[in-house]
């Protein structure tokens, strides 16, 4: 079977739920105001490629390959990423919707997670080392067996979990957060 190949290629305000995206590479192509909710983007490879203002909301990603793939202003509710290709996958996401979206096992190191909300989200096993969650809101997301080691949480919010579970080994939090470490222990903190 033969794929595609789109070299520096512009879509713009495209339906892909309606109209599916070609299988192929999408190489250094930029995706602004598209539609790919509920659309299968399995197997596809976009390397360097931008998505701006984009619904990608349920999209199957099963051996989708993500390589220095930045998201901006994008809906990417419930998106399992850890059915990607691992192979090179490399993200940044910045002013997105990522609720409920799967992490599992994923590894993520030094990934900038920027003005994000993340509710209910799952990095359960995933390798967080050195990553950067800059204002984002990570109320009931899961970290379970996470390497957040270096990471950098100083200005989140609404985070919690077990620092017995997780490596945290020079992970940075901001004093308002410390208590979302705690809440294992059953104890009240007051200003």
């Known amino acids: 079977m033969t794929h595609d190949y789109f070299e520096s290629q512009d879509f713009r305000k495209t339906d892909f739920s309606k109209d599916p995206l070609v299988k192929g590479e999408y190489d250094k192509c930029t995706f602004t105001d598209c539609d790919f909710s509920n659309a299968d983007l399995s197997g596809i490879k976009f390397l360097e490629c931008r998505f701006d203002g984009c619904n990608l909301g349920m999209a199957k990603l099963v051996k989708t390959a993500f390589r220095d793939v930045a998201f901006r202003n994008c809906k990417m509710i419930g998106l399992l990423f850890q059915n990607c290709?691992?192979?090179?996958?490399?993200?940044?996401?910045?002013?997105?919707?990522?609720?409920?979206a799967s992490?599992?096992?994923?590894?993520?190191?030094?990934?900038?997670?920027?003005?994000?909300t993340l509710h209910e989200a799952d990095f359960s096993e995933s390798d967080l080392s050195g990553a950067v969650f800059d204002n984002c809101d990570l109320m009931r997301t899961v970290f379970d067996g996470t390497n957040l080691e270096k990471a950098d949480f100083r200005t989140s919010f609404n985070y919690s979990f077990d620092p017995d579970?997780?490596?945290?080994?020079?992970?940075?939090?901001?004093?308002?957060?410390?208590?979302?470490?705690?809440?294992?222990?059953?104890?009240?903190?007051e200003n």
């Open 103 to 116: 992490f599992f096992g994923v590894k993520l190191k030094k990934t900038i997670f920027r003005n994000l």
């Open 165 to 189: 579970k997780n490596r945290i080994r020079k992970a940075k939090f901001s004093l308002s957060g410390v208590a979302g470490l705690l809440g294992k222990y059953n104890i009240e903190i």
């Open 85 to 100: 290709n691992d192979f090179g996958f490399s993200v940044s996401f910045e002013n997105c919707n990522l609720n409920y």
